[in-house]
Each structure stands twice: as structure tokens, then as C-alpha cells.
């Protein structure tokens, strides 16, 4: 068995022992100082001195992290500030407790428990389990590492059998953040895991770090959404017994110690400024300031008019969607926009038979090579893939480059999303989808992960010729927040896609200068000795480019604002193997940190 | 410990530290993470290892900790439709490679540990912070699970 095994891997490859000679490599040029006789004096000393520090530094929060996500995590989250919350909310049979929060960089880190209500003998199950399982073990390893359940432990099912309760299905999450009184918001991810623990609760844990929705400040405002639902011992829901709420939750964290809010930073080298790009507006080089603008909310449901879109008639309207009688579909939420035209439907489970067939709408042609030129423009699956397809005419089949960019404008203007310009186009005649999507349908056919459908491209037509253009409006967050996509077509829209979180209001402020950008260099290495990954470096910075950027406004109760940002584009030494940038926003009024890749 | 017979010991458990990394991790890049994050980790922290005789071991327990948090932050990256398939090496043995990576992971690790890599039941247990009972029960259904493919043999304890 020994020498099958062994050799069912194979040898190792040569790129795995470069990266052990490198590491290794690594560790000559970062001796240990110490020896062991001097880490033993110093920790004494250190015990001596911080007995009364140390007591501080025991945090739920940091422990539970570090379990899952290693030292160096518990470690800087113990540097952080941390508010004992034990604040609860009774939802049926079902309590909900926030035990704990720990605000650090941007971030909220809490953990929380979840129980039976006193005197309720319900039994209670995370949406991730399921009823067959052992009672109050682990062995999701939601906590790090799996837990083996010693054998003969009862099941979820036969606990509740035998307490003779219900078995209740139990979810918490963070869904709302707000700071110092200001508005709540929806932060763009939200990490949860859920732990069976031996007495029969849940311990949950959270985590948010979305420097769009949450700084730094006294108070945060934490809106939970809480969800029971009974379960047969089989594991179906009983939806008609599901219960939700939302409640919220005020903490102030504080620094767990006067040591811990001066954490040793790492010495991260500030990188030089040689081949840097500057890019800045000409307001911003004729004043030298740009003024803060105040951040009215979207809301694209709002007088919402489907004739712009499609004039064949509504077949139907559901929440946030409707199909029209040619099926094509126009979608929404509050920030943002889709429309797309469809015909058909397939199986999305067609690679695997053992599931029972799931239909989906089919995309047109045209919606399809919008896709196509979508994955030009972003690279996907890689660059190479597409290489040297760019654009090539300004004239298609009864459209041109021109005529595409008008009408996308004037939907634009009917839609009131203003300041937007052409930032990437690119042409789809009929050879260029048909080749193009010989490509896609042999990647589909070789990644048996890959669902997409499998469309015959050597039906494309001028009809479907059109172009696909990108619209942005300078302002930069973490991802796709304010972005405008299309495929035009001398038949109009055949697809789109807008996103446009705020929309720019009023003046709020006009401060008298910006932040230097030359002092953002070494403001990004502090902030990145100072972060979770102190030991990251940077290798080089391709550009600094004044943007805006949302912020929560000077006053948190005035809401959000639109600010001028320092958008920072860099490399660290993994994206410069992977050839993938990463960036950092800095605020050009107050030089805070907003976003950046290593958050 | 010197660096030199740090970087000895490392090179010379090189193709340990690649079987277990592709017991746990299916793609070859987050691999080469994993052994780069684990051995930076041991030399900082070798000051903890009381028993440089045990320095395999710890290592090894070292490079589970990463591929661990690795797969973690992975799944919470990674769209379901999207989900890596397994990276092998060209001359590896792919059915059986395939048969044994169909193997639940808990019992992947115990029986490259003891049986591929030789480690005790004792040591195993030891690195995955495991009951030796626990440990004799999933090798013993982890070779129930292959038995019409492999020869198998006892537990040594």
C-alpha cells in the first residue's frame, strides 16, 4: 500500500522545490535573533512587566479568529479595540446574544452565542448542518480545524427525539453597519461561521471589513438579522413557522491596553516613486483641491420606466424583475440595473445527469457576444486567451461607434445617471463572435465545473453585430460599485448593466488643499506594517490617481459623501507572479485610510 | 538549531511536505503557499520546539495549520461553480489518485501520514491532535474504503 500510495502523487515538482529552496533562502537573510536562553529572560520580563496588561488581552473575539486564521491574526486583533457587547434579543424559542466586537483597520470582528430560550427543551441546528449529525460537535471545522465526535454520540435528531423539542433551524448575521450615529449601511461581504458547542449553542462569529461602510470612530450601530425555523427530523423546513427580526445592537470598543493600541509596526520599505504615474484632473491642477460632494442614495426602483428598455410588452412582473413578452429581462435593485435578452431556456445541470434538470433562461446571441467582449475586457479566464483582440472597426452592421456611444447616453440621461464617459470599447462583427465563441464553447466543454451553455455561434447574424462599451465615471471603490456596461446594436440595447451606488449632490465642503501625493507612498507601507499581513512588501507602485471615492461625511449624521481619493495602484510580490495589481484608496482630505486589497 | 541544518532537515522532508500539502490542497500554487507560509513559521518559531528530534512533526503540524487556513480562505473566495480540479504531478497515478482523493479528508491525512510517510500511530496522532482510538478507526475505514484497490495491512502501533 506504502509504495502505491507514494506513488499515486508523483514526484514533487520542480516549481514546489523552488518555493522550499526560496523560503529557505528566506530565512538566511531572517536569522533568529534570539537564542533560547534570551527568549526565556525576556518573556519573564515581559510577564513581569504586563501582568496586568496580560489579563486585558484575553478576548473571545481575538481567540476565536486566531483559531481559524492563526497567530499573527489573534495577535492584531488583540492590538485592536474591543467593546464586551452582551447585548440579547429573543426571537421564539431562540436567544441571541452579541457577546463580543473588536474594531480594528476598518473592520468589525465579533463573536456571539445563540441557545434555547430558558425552560424551551428545543433543540438548535445551523442552516450548514443537518439533522444526522453529531450533537454538538464540530465537524465542519467551522472553527479551524474539524472536531470528531467520539462514537456513540447521539444525533442532532435523536437529542431532540428524546428532550422530546423541536429542532429549530437558527441563522445570525450582521446585515447593517453604522458609525457614530450615522446611517446604516450594507457592507459589500460579510464573513459568518457557526460552531456546535457540547451544551447545545451555537457560537457564531462575524466578520466585516468594508472601509466604505465602516471607520474609525466611538460608537457603531450594528443591525442583526436573526432567523428561526422549526426542521422535521428528516431536515425539511416548515417554512410557515420560519420567524425573522432585525435588531440592533451599540458598542464603543476601547483599546484592550494601553501596549496593545502601540503595536510594534513591521518595517515595511517605502517603495521608490521612480516610473510612478500621477493622474489627476485638470480642476485638481488649475485649484489645487477638488470640493467634497455630498452622496444622494440611489434608488433605481424608484419611477422605474421597463418602455425604455424594451417596447414589446411586460409578460410579467415579480420582486425586482420583469420579463417582457419576448423575454428579454430588466431587473433591479436600489444601486443597480440589469437588462438582457433571452430566448429559451436549458438545463444548467446538463454536466451532470445525477441532478434533476434545473431550467434557466437561455441568453440570445447577442447577449451572449456581449459576454465575450465582457471577457476581453476583464481578462477571463485569462488574458491569453483573447490576446490581440481589441478594437478594430468604428462601423458595424448598420451601427457605428458613434451611434452605439449616443444611445447608450441617451438612456443614461433618461435614467438620470449622469458623469459617465467611454472608458473601453470593443467591436463584435459576426466573424468575431463566431469565432470568439468556438473558443468559449470548447473552455465550457473542458472545465466540468462550467455550466454556462453551449450556443451555436455559426448562427450569429448582422443583426447580432453591435458594440460593447465600458462607462465609468472617476469614482473608485473596491470593486464595480460605479461602472456602466452595454451591447448596442442598430436594434438598440441588448444588454446592460449599471451599477451607481450614490448619486453626486451639492457641495458639502471645499477644503483649502489636498493631501501631498507624495507622502501616499509611505502612508500605504505604514498602513500595510500596521495591517494583518505586517510581513507583506511592496514591490513596486504604477500609479497614484486623484479620484473620488465614497466616504461617511465629517459629520457622521449628515450621511455620505462623495470625497476626492487617492487611489494607489501597487504590487506586492505574489500579485506581481499572478501579474495582478492591488490598491489602496486613501481620503486626499484627511489622509485616512478607506480601502485596500490587504484588508 | 543552525540555519544550515535547519534548511537540511527541510530539504530532506521536501517530498513529505508536497504529499501532505496535496492530501489537503487541490491546486499546486496554494501548495507552494502553504510550504513557504509553514516554513517561514517553523524557523521564526523554532525557539518552541523543545525537541529537535520532533522538528518533523512539528513541521508538518506547521503545514496542516497553513493548508488549513489556505483551503479556508479559498472556499469563502470561490463560487461554487468555479471550484479548482485537483493539480497532479505528469507521472502521478491518476485513477488512483482520483479514487483516493474521493476518500473523505479525514481520512486522507492519517493514512498518507502513517502509511506513506511512515510516522507511528503515536506521532500521527500527535500531529493531527487526535485520540490514538480515534486514529486506529479511521485508518481502519480509510483501508476498509480502499481495500478492493490496495494490499492492506495491520496497524503498527
Redesign the interface.
Known amino acids: ?2 509504495q ?10 520542480e ?3 523552488h ?6 533562502k ?3 537573510e ?3 535573533k ?1 537564542t ?1 536562553r534570551t ?1 526565556l529572560i525576556t518573556a519573564i520580563i515581559i510577564l513581569l512587566l504586563t501582568a496586568v496588561a496580560y489579563a486585558a488581552f484575553s478576548s473571545q473575539v481575538a481567540a476565536f479568529f486566531g483559531k ?3 497567530e499573527n491574526f489573534e495577535t492584531w486583533l488583540e492590538q485592536g479595540e474591543v467593546s464586551t457587547v452582551a447585548q440579547s434579543y429573543t426571537l421564539g424559542d431562540v436567544v441571541f446574544t452579541v457577546d463580543e466586537v473588536i474594531y480594528r483597520d476598518n473592520g468589525l470582528y465579533g463573536v456571539g452565542t445563540i441557545r434555547p430560550a430558558q425552560g424551551s427543551n428545543a433543540v438548535i441546528i445551523s442552516d450548514d448542518h443537518t439533522t444526522d449529525e453529531p450533537f454538538g460537535y464540530d465537524i465542519h ?1 467551522e472553527s ?3 472536531e ?1 465526535a ?2 456513540g454520540t447521539p444525533t442532532i435528531a435523536e437529542v431532540a427525539a428524546e428532550q422530546g423539542g423541536k429542532i429549530l433551524v437558527v441563522r445570525a448575521l450582521p446585515d447593517q453597519i453604522g458609525v457614530d450615529g450615522g446611517e446604516l449601511l450594507s457592507p459589500g461581504c460579510i ?1 459568518t461561521s457557526m460552531v456546535p458547542q457540547r451544551d447545545g449553542s451555537i457560537q457564531y462569529s462575524f466578520e466585516i471589513s468594508d472601509g466604505f461602510v465602516i471607520e474609525e470612530g466611538d460608537t457603531y450601530t450594528i443591525s442583526m438579522f436573526s432567523r428561526v425555523c422549526e426542521m422535521t427530523a428528516d431536515g425539511e423546513w416548515l417554512n410557515d413557522t420560519k420567524q425573522t427580526a432585525t435588531w440592533t445592537v451599540e458598542c464603543t470598543p476601547e483599546p484592550m491596553s494601553e501596549q496593545a493600541t502601540e503595536p510594534a509596526a513591521a518595517d515595511v520599505p517605502v517603495p521608490s516613486l521612480d516610473g510612478l504615474t500621477l493622474i489627476v484632473p485638470d480642476e485638481y491642477t488649475q485649484a489645487g483641491t477638488l470640493p467634497v460632494y455630498t452622496a444622494i442614495t440611489r434608488d433605481f426602483g424608484a419611477d422605474l420606466q421597463p418602455d425604455l428598455f424594451n417596447q414589446s410588452g411586460i409578460a410579467k412582473t415579480e420582486n425586482y424583475l420583469i420579463t417582457f413578452n419576448d423575454e428579454a429581462q430588466l431587473s433591479w435593485a436600489p444601486e443597480a440595473l440589469f437588462y438582457s435578452e433571452y430566448q429559451g431556456t436549458y438545463n444548467i445541470n446538463y454536466k451532470d445527469t445525477s441532478l434533476e434538470p434545473s431550467l434557466a433562461p437561455l441568453k440570445t446571441l447577442r447577449h451572449a457576444a456581449s459576454d465575450l467582449a465582457g471577457d476581453v475586457r476583464s481578462g477571463w479566464p485569462d488574458e491569453s486567451t483573447w490576446e490581440g483582440i481589441t478594437l478594430d472597426k468604428t462601423a458595424l452592421a448598420g451601427i457605428t461607434l458613434d451611434d452605439a456611444k449616443a444611445k447608450l447616453e441617451t438612456l443614461l440621461a433618461a435614467l438620470n445617471v449622469d458623469g459617465y464617459t467611454c472608458a473601453y470599447a470593443l467591436d463584435m462583427d459576426v466573424a468575431r463572435i463566431q469565432s470568439m465563441g468556438a473558443v468559449m464553447n470548447q473552455l465550457i466543454e473542458e ?5 454556462p451553455p453551449i450556443l451555436d455561434y455559426s448562427l450569429a447574424a448582422e443583426s447580432d453585430e453591435g458594440f460593447y462599451l465600458y462607462y465609468t465615471n472617476g469614482v473608485k471603490t473596491d470593486g464595480d460599485r460605479f461602472a456602466v456596461y452595454a451591447y448596442v446594436t442598430a436594434d438598440g440595447i441588448a444588454d446592460l448593466q449599471i451599477r451607481d451606488l450614490y448619486i453626486q449632490g451639492d457641495i458639502y465642503a471645499a477644503p483649502e488643499y489636498l493631501i501631498d501625493p507624495e507622502t501616499i507612498p509611505a502612508a500605504l507601507s505604514a498602513e500595510i506594517a500596521d495591517s494583518r499581513f505586517p510581513d507583506m512588501t511592496i514591490s513596486s507602485i504604477s500609479s497614484i490617481e486623484l479620484t473620488y471615492t465614497p466616504a461617511r461625511a465629517s459629520s457622521k449624521a449628515d450621511g455620505m459623501v462623495l470625497t476626492p481619493a487617492w487611489y494607489v495602484t501597487y504590487r506586492d510580490p ?1 500579485a506581481e507572479k499572478y501579474n495582478e495589481d492591488c490598491f489602496a484608496i486613501f481620503n486626499a482630505v484627511d489622509g485616512s485610510l478607506i480601502s485596500a486589497s490587504f484588508q | 538549531m543552525t540555519q544550515a541544518e535547519f534548511t537540511d532537515r527541510i530539504v530532506a522532508m521536501q517530498d513529505t511536505l508536497y504529499r501532505v500539502s496535496t492530501t489537503i490542497l487541490p491546486q499546486l500554487c496554494d501548495r507552494e503557499d502553504a510550504v513557504q507560509g509553514a516554513i517561514e513559521k517553523a524557523w521564526r518559531k523554532q525557539g518552541k520546539l523543545r525537541d529537535d528530534r520532533a522538528m518533523h512533526a512539528w513541521v508538518i503540524r506547521i503545514l496542516i495549520n497553513e493548508c488549513y487556513t489556505l483551503l479556508r480562505r479559498r472556499k469563502r473566495e470561490t463560487l461554487s461553480d468555479t471550484l479548482p480540479e485537483r493539480e497532479t504531478a505528469p507521472d502521478a497515478l491518476p485513477d488512483l489518485y482520483e479514487l483516493f482523493t474521493s476518500l473523505d479528508e479525514k481520512y486522507r491525512l492519517p493514512m498518507v501520514l502513517y502509511y506513506v510517510e511512515g510516522y507511528s500511530v503515536e506521532e500521527t496522532a500527535r500531529m493531527l491532535k487526535l485520540p490514538q482510538g480515534t486514529l486506529k478507526s479511521r485508518l481502519h475505514r480509510g483501508r476498509l474504503l480502499l481495500k478492493d484497490t490496495l494490499d492492506v495491512e495491520e496497524v503498527r502501533a
Open positions: 500500500m506504502k502505491d500510495l507514494k506513488q499515486m502523487y508523483g514526484s514533487t515538482p516549481s514546489f522545490k518555493r522550499v529552496t526560496f523560503a529557505l528566506e530565512t538566511e531572517k536569522p533568529v534570539h533560547v527568549i481559524s486564521y492563526g471545522g479551524g480545524y474539524p470528531e467520539p462514537a464573513g472545465n466540468q465545473y462550467w455550466n505574489d
